[in-house]
């Protein structure tokens, strides 16, 4: 039984696309969370520079305008 149809084995080119496929779904997965967490850290900086240094300034702003 030398020769079985049930076991296929194919051939070295399919693995080596089969790995190389593998390899770059790996990188593109660690590309999109590296540029997740860029985009978080920009956000988060962007909040702490907006946030105003004295609140109650501006709360009383809007009491006056009222």
Known sequence: MAADSTHA???AVARR???VRRITAVVAMIAI???????VWRVYL????????????VVSLFFRAA
């Open 9 to 11: 084995g194919g051939t």
């Open 17 to 19: 696309v089969s790995m």
């Open 33 to 39: 969370v590296g540029l997740l967490m860029i985009l």
């Open 46 to 57: 962007h909040h702490e520079r907006g946030v105003p240094t004295d609140e109650p300034a």
